[in-house]
Every structure is written in C-alpha cells, then in structure tokens.
C-alpha cells in the first residue's frame, strides 16, 4: 500500500482559506494508532469551524503548520489498530474527527479515533452519513440530556448546517419543536417536523417566543443572533429550563457577547437561565444513537449542495455565504486500483 495520498492542504489564511488551498499529491498517508482505525474516506462535509477557527483573529496558527481541513466523514475502514475489535477492514463507518485542526478529512485517508466513527447502517447513502457527524454530536449533546418526551424546545437557526438536525433530533426525542429561518426556508424547516416555524425575516423573535409564555424547556442558539435573546429568556423559557449557546459570531463583540452570558447574573440584568456554552465531545454511544435514527429514517441527512473533489475551495465559498440550507458535501477522490 503507497506510503502517501493526495490532500487539501493550506499554510496561511491571508484572503480566506479558500484562497490559500492546494492539493498535495504526496502527502503522508496516516498511520493509525493502537486505539485508531485507518478510514478510506469516500465523501466529507463542511463544518464553519473548519474555517473561523483559523481564520480567527486568536493566536491559533502555528507557523510552519499544514493545515488539512474537516471533521466529518464518511468511508471505508483500511486497517485497524491493534487494540481495535469492534471494526474490520472492509466495512464503511461515518463520524467526525472531533477537535481536530491539522490533519482533518478533506484528504484520501484520515486515522481516527475508534470513538469517533461507527459501523454505516444499512440503506443509508455516504454523502448522507458524511453530513451528520459534527452537527449530529452537537446537537444530540444539547438536546437529548436536557429533554423528555413531550417537552418544547426552540431551535434558533433551523434551516443551517446544525439546526436541519437538531430539529429531526428533538422530534425523535419526542419534542414539540418551534424554530427560525428566513422566509424561503419555512418549508424545509417545517418538513423535517418542525411544529412552528418564526420568519425572523418579518418577525420579532423574542416577541415571538414571549407570546406563548414561559413554556419551554430548552433553547438552542445555533446563530448567536438576536444579541438579546439569552438576556430575554425568562419570558420564554419555564423555571428549571436551559440555554445552550452553539452558534456565534468569530468576533470581539461575539466572543463578549457569549462571556456576557456566562457571567453576567440575572439581578444585573443577565439572563436566569440555566447557560451553557456547548462544543461537540467524541462519544461512541452518540454515534450509536445517531446510526439508530438514521437507520429508521428518523433522521436524514440534509445536503446544500455536493462538490466534486477539484472544487473543494468552492465549497468553502459557498460555505462562508453563510446562506446554505443544510450541509455541503465534499466527494473524495478514489485512485484507481
């Protein structure tokens, strides 16, 4: 087996990562480790972090550093570690690989952690499977701890990358689920089960919300917009119930605005609820959960749009629109045999 692969590489941001990509046609094949398996990814999604984290103004960019974008994936196993049982050589799993930065799944192979991937359920296609790992961990993680069957929960953001599966995934919890989105995609949101749906194109979100009273149980803030929305929950959200803040912007005025959050205390005119700033943590007993939905159609995978492999940097455009509906979906490129 070659010893390297082809992948999507960048050393710099300077004008955008889209603008700095090249395909290296000799990079280093992964070696998996003893608790890693050895993934010949077939098809990857996009995920905004795969570009506002090194792109932001934070010290995180190393120099000298080669960055191999993306999380999600979905693909063949190749080899195994040698404490690895659970997987074979042959079969096809989907996950993420959460946390990772430098050498992600925008390439023709990545090692994974054994926790981050599970077997793909039968009738369920790759680009599908590719879209759910990051977004489907994130949101399995806000919704299913803090919910019971019947409760409601707003999804702020329905119609984006994260929202389009916490909606299917509070209603396979069995959640009544209000949302947003702007005015085309009332009907995307509303045909993934979602019960009430706030144009915030033509209306006031919190007043929306504050109209029914303090009844629900959960709010999970995929966008970080409106900038008063924790601070407003008290009319919205029932004693006992909780924030969960996924979605900001990479700004000075995002990042103050969720530290605000955390630290501000209600009788100084924070917001009283429960708050919580969540990013997704690799866990196997998720990924089961999410193969399960999937498996039974309970939750679907929700494509913008799918890019061949030599229009990867156009996928990243589209993905900076901010305006996808769904995920975005990367082809790999497989060398024939």
Same mark, same amino acid.
């Given at each position: 087996?070659?010893?390297?692969?082809?992948?999507?590489?960048?050393?710099?941001?300077?004008?955008?990562?889209?603008?700095n990509?090249? @395909? /290296?046609?000799?990079?280093?094949?992964?070696v998996?480790?003893?608790?890693? @398996?050895?993934?010949?990814v077939?098809?990857?999604?996009?995920?905004?972090?795969?570009?506002k984290?090194?792109? !932001?103004?934070?010290?995180? +960019?190393?120099?000298?550093? @080669? %960055?191999?974008?993306?999380?999600? %994936?979905?693909?063949?196993?190749?080899?195994i570690?040698? =404490?690895?049982s659970?997987?074979?050589?042959?079969?096809? #799993?989907?996950?993420?690989?959460?946390?990772?930065l430098?050498?992600?799944?925008?390439?023709?192979?990545v090692?994974?952690? +054994?926790?981050?991937?599970m077997?793909?359920?039968e009738?369920?296609?790759?680009?599908?499977?590719?879209t759910?790992?990051? #977004?489907?961990?994130?949101?399995?993680?806000?919704? +299913?701890p803090?919910?019971?069957?019947?409760?409601?929960v707003f999804?702020?953001?329905?119609?984006?990358?994260?929202?389009?599966?916490?909606?299917?995934? &509070?209603?396979?919890?069995? *959640?009544?689920?209000?949302?947003t *989105?702007?005015t085309?995609?009332l009907?995307?949101?509303?045909?993934?089960?979602?019960?009430?749906?706030?144009?915030y194109?033509?209306t006031?979100?919190v007043?929306? $919300?504050?109209a029914?009273?303090?009844?629900?149980?959960?709010?999970?803030?995929?966008?970080?917009?409106?900038?008063?929305?924790?601070?407003?929950s008290?009319? %919205?959200?029932a004693?006992?119930?909780?924030?969960?803040?996924?979605?900001? !912007?990479p700004?000075?005025?995002?990042?103050?605005?969720?530290?605000? /959050?955390?630290l +501000?205390?209600?009788?100084?005119?924070?917001? =009283?609820a429960?708050y919580q700033?969540?990013?997704?943590?690799?866990?196997?007993?998720?990924?089961? $959960?999410?193969?399960?939905?999937?498996?039974?159609?309970? #939750?679907?995978?929700?494509?913008?749009?799918?890019?061949?492999?030599?229009? &990867?940097?156009?996928? %990243?455009?589209?993905?900076?629109?901010?305006r996808?509906?769904g995920?975005i979906?990367?082809?790999?490129?497989?060398?024939?045999?």
């Amino acid at each position: 087996m070659a010893q390297t692969m082809k992948a999507w590489q960048y050393t710099s941001t300077t004008g955008g990562v889209e603008k700095n990509m090249h @395909i /290296n046609d000799a990079a280093p094949k992964p070696v998996p480790g003893d608790n890693e @398996i050895l993934v010949q990814v077939h098809a990857m999604a996009l995920n905004p972090v795969d570009h506002k984290v090194t792109e !932001s103004p934070a010290p995180l +960019r190393l120099l000298g550093t @080669i %960055f191999t974008p993306g999380a999600d %994936f979905c693909g063949k196993v190749a080899e195994i570690g040698t =404490k690895v049982s659970e997987f074979k050589v042959g079969e096809m #799993v989907f996950g993420a690989k959460v946390g990772e930065l430098a050498k992600g799944t925008l390439a023709q192979y990545v090692a994974v952690d +054994r926790n981050m991937a599970m077997q793909l359920p039968e009738g369920v296609s790759v680009e599908d499977a590719a879209t759910v790992g990051i #977004v489907g961990l994130t949101e399995t993680q806000s919704i +299913r701890p803090n919910v019971k069957s019947g409760d409601k929960v707003f999804i702020n953001g329905g119609s984006g990358g994260t929202g389009v599966y916490g909606i299917q995934i &509070a209603k396979a919890l069995g *959640c009544q689920v209000t949302t947003t *989105c702007s005015t085309p995609n009332l009907q995307l949101c509303k045909s993934l089960g979602a019960d009430e749906v706030i144009d915030y194109k033509t209306t006031d979100i919190v007043k929306a $919300l504050s109209a029914h009273g303090p009844t629900l149980t959960l709010a999970v803030d995929n966008v970080g917009t409106p900038a008063n929305l924790y601070k407003a929950s008290p009319s %919205f959200i029932a004693p006992g119930g909780k924030f969960v803040q996924i979605g900001m !912007s990479p700004s000075l005025s995002g990042f103050g605005q969720v530290a605000s /959050n955390m630290l +501000r205390p209600g009788f100084l005119g924070g917001g =009283k609820a429960k708050y919580q700033m969540l990013m997704a943590q690799a866990a196997k007993s998720d990924l089961q $959960l999410l193969a399960e939905w999937m498996r039974d159609g309970k #939750v679907k995978g929700v494509k913008d749009s799918v890019f061949e492999w030599e229009d &990867a940097p156009k996928a %990243f455009e589209k993905l900076k629109t901010g305006r996808a509906k769904g995920k975005i979906v990367v082809r790999v490129l497989q060398d024939k045999a």
